[in-house]
């Protein structure tokens, strides 16, 4: 079915129904509706590419990522894709994992018009942002969200990284630990940076002296990020409370926590930011600082919609800041006299056969 | 920059530059080489929707899943990325959310060559795949990967569903359990069946007694499942053994079990199918049928590329099933004393202060 065929179905001009599919206000609204109609009921689709062409219109956004393995950015496209659908658009995703050039590949295939508008989450290697810079030059919306750019003037969905991470090391304080170590995972973003700078602040507030041999800079490669952990875990002044700036760090660390024998939260205590679903069923359960991570992406949408929707914005007047949630559980609290005590019922259980 | 401003920074015709950058066999090589060195140092990108109508190219593939919050879907997508990058495609990640009705929706937005062939696993709840077919119809080279079509002929790349519920249901056989429950998912979908047809046939190879109150048909409203699971695990003859069809399932199950006290393995064992990262720390470790997640989705884009190549090949001959792993942890045997024993350490620690 073409244009063609349906133009001699209906007995009228090509241009006509071209124009009533896409709503001209040339045509009445009872000729539209007759076409779109007969349209819909023969099954015609305009050819997409021909038709952007002409209405420079692809009803798509684009949200990049790092990595969709990951329960912050799996929730986040969540919340972007139930605002996305509510204005019957699509939703692409890209993952850049981690890599500095696959964004730039992605950048550049969304360059000349594919989405309408694009939110993205930098990759940990981003430093320099030339590549978003020239995807706002040439006039397509933009939304930072979670990992954002600094330096280019478009808006920021962000939470409170600094304040969080600043609760977090005093609850590891309050409950004893006195030296604490933090990895961290990049040092070019943002978020990462203020991250270590709320660590920093809250160990100088409780009077704990800052060790360079306790901030450890891991980053996406597992094996060696395991190592680095084990090294500091097994050294000779091993701390005894760890803060963890991204999940799978805190995965990485009960792994060698398992393998050399080091008890959470009895010899090392951990906080991490984190939105595993499975936090409070690990062994024992993890403390996290948990982002509203539906909500960020959300949000951003809402606000990219609003930058589709009316160019003249101030994209700087859309800036929002979520707060996170500390959810305190057992891998940071010497409460484990009730699971003991339940394990004793097993005991028992086990004895009495 | 356009076409016109490279033509004439190059003294060359539209029509050369043009046919020199889609690569025709018409320009010499000389030519070819220094339109496109040209191109790249002005950072000329052609119009994707123009010359996507002239050579009616996308250089990108859809993936369809249900969703990616999953670490079965989220590997098959990086496994399907790694081959794509390699062709130089780019990669479009749709999600359904399990509903039919977006599954019909994305089609119909991927029907006019936005893209050059789909990788589709469907939603749980699609026994209606005419919108599929519609797509096939339509030349787009369509291949299915883990929940796929039977009656649509494509090429499916699934697992050995069939053998690997009959091996862990046998699993928990062997270790003692007597009433097993099997948590369904899905009564549409062909792996949902083959799964509930090997745990049948292990219970009838070994004697025990089909049970209907032990087979629970589930759906993905995680309250309306917990209610199920609760009631199951609560009854007067409740099972001491249970196989979840999706990790989702084995979660909850987790959390009821906390919820009303009972004890996983001793008064239930639990294995489940899962790609979960952190099933080997959860309290206790679960015991799992693990699919080659990462390979299924690079082999289904293996086959996808073959199909977008050359588009004689004959579907069927294509279909390729490859092999899960069972891995045996602490969720289904009894073997809890080393735990109790290391628990008893901490217990005395505790107690000496």
């Known amino acids: 079915m073409n244009l063609k065929q349906l133009s001699k179905e209906l007995n009228l001009s090509i241009s006509t129904i071209s124009k009533a599919l896409r709503d001209s206000a040339e045509i009445s609204i009872a000729t539209k509706k007759k076409v779109q109609e007969k349209a819909k009921e023969l099954n015609y689709h305009a050819n997409p590419f021909a038709s952007n ?3 420079q219109k692809s009803n798509t956004i684009a949200v990049i990522i790092p990595a969709i393995a990951n329960n912050f950015f799996s929730s986040a496209i969540n919340g972007a894709e139930s605002f996305a659908q509510e204005k019957d658009y699509h939703v692409l995703i890209y993952q850049t994992h981690e890599a500095l050039e696959k964004e730039i590949s992605v950048s550049k295939h969304l360059q000349n018009g594919r989405v309408d508008g694009i939110m993205i989450s930098l990759s940990s290697e981003t430093s320099d942002t030339s590549h978003l810079a020239a995807l706002k030059d040439k006039g397509i919306p933009l939304v930072f969200f979670d990992r954002v750019a600094e330096n280019i003037d478009a808006p ?5 990284d600094y304040e969080s991470s600043y609760i977090g090391t005093e ?4 409950n004893g630990c006195t030296k604490i170590a933090f990895l961290s995972i990049s040092n070019v973003l943002s978020i990462s940076n203020n991250r270590k700078r709320g660590y920093l602040d809250a160990l100088k507030a409780h009077n704990l002296i800052e060790d ?23 050294s000779a002044n091993k701390p005894n409370g760890l803060f963890a700036s991204v999940e799978e760090l805190a995965i990485s660390t009960y792994e060698i926590c398992n393998e050399i024998n080091l008890n959470i939260p ?10 595993l679903q499975t936090a409070s ?3 024992p359960s993890l403390t996290t600082i948990t982002q509203p991570a539906y ?4 949000e951003a949408a809402s606000v990219l919609f609003k930058l589709i929707e009316n160019k003249e914005i101030d994209p700087t007047s859309q800036n929002i800041e979520l707060k996170s949630k500390l959810i305190i559980r057992d891998s940071s609290t010497a409460k ?10 097993d005991l028992a259980q086990i004895l009495l056969g």
């Open 53 to 55: 062409l002409r209405n």
């Open 156 to 160: 920021k969905i962000t939470v409170d």
């Open 171 to 174: 609850h590891l304080i309050k």
């Open 212 to 234: 360079e041999r306790y901030i450890v800079d891991c980053n996406y490669d597992e094996t060696a990020n395991k190592l680095k952990i084990k090294n500091l875990l097994t």
């Open 266 to 275: 009895l010899d090392l205590k951990i906080v991490s930011f984190s939105n």
């Open 281 to 283: 069923l690990l062994n």
């Open 295 to 298: 909500e960020i992406g959300r």
């Open 336 to 345: 484990t006299v009730n699971n003991i005590a339940s394990t004793k019922k």
